[in-house]
């Protein structure tokens, strides 16, 4: 399951690099979420997929699974929201203000 | 336990909450904001005498204990830093107050201001290295919003850039602590030290080393400042000043931890590698120093060779290199802000930043003129003044280290500092009056002094630190000896 889960991340990670790679802006911004979702299933699998109870005490069971990286990744998934929310904003802002979504046109003046 | 090391956290974090309240009531926002940074001062200031008198001060959130729960940890380290950060929060806070204008005060430039020193602090003070990525994005977060604050079209652009460069890099950061805890299983960075010292720090713990120090270099500007000088160059004077002395310095304090606390048993491979970046970061910061005839790009590869110069010193890591580098990093925080501010106001007086348009500026504006020169010899480390006595002890380390050749690269990359903002001087002050029509006279005599009262306290504080190294010394040592030690920390933070 371990191995499956590391090719998946694989998989989001490079879908995310190529889409961060291209030039329309909504496309960076969806591979940057593709990509931190590749972190966050990380963490999962690095922390042992589900193999015993929850760990709550009245449970009486031998094995209990490590509930740290859940929380790691709740946190880290309201961030990356937070960020990506912020940035669809911005996007459609300069769109506005800039008439273009092309990285490759936003260049311009450099040092006015 | 101590619960005033939550404060500086807390603080910030209310007044901006409150602050969010007074919108149409810009006086009572101003009044408030700077109330709290003062208050900032003082509990800063009460802490460090603290950490001097009683060692490492700690509190645990919740009152679970390190291994398993959230601790906050106020070494001298962090408490020089929060106090540094303090005042000079303080002089940018008093500058904007004059020039950033209504409409951005109107629209929520003070509550982003304290929660932007919520994360600086947080960072400074976490003693949990997940936390420490928490209290990244909470900085980080604040300033996408002050970049962008105001939304002209360069604004906008360059937030772009910088929001994608760091997503990318908080990422990074996740995966790093991914592979981290399932090597240690631990997040506490005192307990994370103390495991990577058992497992000893080699193969996996080497790559998870290096993945940290890319992810802090991109925060810190550290060789991979690509993203920095757009970025920087963007917001209006106050804002800029405060990302230029604050936000690469929580990336280079958050290297001086990892790689003093947890990843110190390789240097040859780890330190070494940081050393061949620092050196590289001040021969670029350097060339791009002196290659531009733009006042803001000038100050702003400033920031770059700065950023290398401090990480020489924690790559030597001799006792003497990383208390010139401490002094220098406090001393980098103040004049940096000092600059910036002063560059800010020479290009609102000159109207334009190109150093060709500009000159004369001296016959109007004296006071401007000498404080800007005071500023930049003391970036150059001139005797008296505060750069010098961290640049001689960075030098001192980094021969008794036998790093020869970039003690060289540090020395040559300090005068070409000294040339570019020199530059700057000869070029706006002296000389012809310049071809653009000086706005100084519609700005009014009044206006301009309203703004150079703070860069006066940044330069006077910086005199106060160079004349007084007496006084400072005990509070370096104390903070670079808990750096060279680990188990002072680990100590402090685990014993009960």
């Known amino acids: 399951m371990e191995l499956l889960m590391s090719v998946a991340i ?31 299933l990380l963490i999962l699998t690095m922390g042992g997929l589900k193999r015993g109870a929850a760990p709550l005490l009245s449970e009486q069971a031998t094995v209990f699974t490590d509930p740290l990286p859940q929380a790691l990744i709740l946190t880290s998934i309201v961030i990356s929201f937070g960020v990506t929310g912020f940035f669809f ?24 | 336990m101590n619960n005033l090391v939550v404060m500086p956290i807390v603080l910030p974090l209310l007044t901006g909450a409150v602050l969010i309240f007074f919108r149409e009531q810009i006086i009572v926002q101003r009044f ?8 900032l001062i003082v509990i800063s200031f009460l802490l460090m005498q603290q950490v001097k008198q009683e060692g490492i001060q700690t509190l645990y959130a919740g009152g679970w204990l390190p291994p398993f729960g959230i601790a906050l940890v106020a070494d001298m380290f962090a408490m020089l830093l929060v106090l540094t950060t303090a005042i000079v929060a303080l002089c940018c806070l008093w500058f904007s107050f004059r020039s950033i204008g209504n409409p951005r005060e109107r629209y929520y430039f003070y509550p982003l201001f304290q929660f932007l020193l919520t994360g600086v602090c947080g960072s400074f003070l976490t003693g949990d290295i997940f936390n420490l990525f928490v209290f990244f994005e909470v900085m980080l977060m604040a300033s996408y919003v002050l970049i962008a604050h105001g939304g002209t079209n360069i604004q906008l652009r360059e937030t772009m850039k910088y929001i994608l460069i760091n997503s990318v890099s908080s990422t990074l950061f996740v995966c790093a602590l991914a592979y981290l805890y399932s090597v240690l299983g631990t997040l506490n960075m005192a ?27 991109l925060k810190a500007g550290l060789f991979l400042y690509f993203w920095l000088p757009g970025s920087y160059s963007a917001p209006p004077t106050a804002i800029a000043a405060v990302f230029a002395a604050l936000l690469t310095k929580v990336g280079i304090y958050a290297l001086f931890r990892t790689f003093t606390l947890i990843f110190y048993h390789d240097p040859g491979f780890t330190h070494q590698l940081i050393a061949w970046m620092a050196a590289l970061t001040m021969i670029a910061g350097a060339i791009g120093a002196i290659a531009y005839q733009d006042v803001k790009q000038i100050l702003v590869y400033n920031v770059v060779i700065a950023v290398g110069f401090i990480v020489f010193g924690l790559a030597a890591m001799t006792s003497a290199s990383l208390q010139g580098a401490i002094f220098y990093l406090l001393h980098d925080m103040i004049i940096k802000a000092a600059l910036f501010l002063l560059g800010g106001a020479v290009i609102g007086i000159a109207g334009t930043s190109q150093l060709k348009r500009m000159g004369g500026l001296i016959r109007r504006h004296p006071l401007l003129g000498w404080l800007f020169f005071l500023a930049a010899i003391a970036l150059a480390g001139v005797p008296p003044l505060s750069g010098f006595i961290g640049k001689l002890q960075l030098v001192q380390g980094g021969i008794q280290a036998q790093m020869y050749g970039i003690v060289g690269i540090s020395l040559v990359s300090s005068l070409f500092v000294l040339y570019s903002v020199m530059k700057i001087f000869m070029n706006s002050f002296w000389g012809e009056t310049g071809e653009s029509p000086i706005g100084g006279e519609s700005q009014g005599g009044g ?18 630190m160079g004349l007084g190294v007496e006084w400072m010394i005990p509070y370096i040592e104390a903070a670079a000896g808990t750096l060279l030690d680990p188990y002072i920390y680990i100590d402090a933070v685990l014993k009960e």
């Open chain 2, 32 to 39: 408030l904001s700077l109330v709290s940074v003062v208050v």
């Open chain 1, 10 to 40: 694989g998989i989001l990670f490079s879908v995310g690099t190529y889409l961060i790679l291209s030039r329309s802006i909504l496309r960076i911004i969806l591979g940057t979420g593709i990509m931190s979702h590749g972190s966050h």
């Open chain 1, 89 to 112: 904003v911005l996007a459609y802002r300069s769109y506005r203000e800039l008439g273009t979504d092309d990285m490759d046109e936003l260049r311009g003046e450099e040092h006015e």
């Open chain 2, 447 to 464: 206006a301009l002094k309203g703004l150079l009262a703070p860069c006066a306290v940044l330069i006077g504080l910086s005199v106060v």
């Open chain 2, 191 to 217: 307990d994370l030290s103390l495991r990577v010292a058992e497992a000893g720090q080699q193969g996996i713990l080497n790559v998870i080393a290096v993945l940290f120090l890319i992810v802090f270099s």
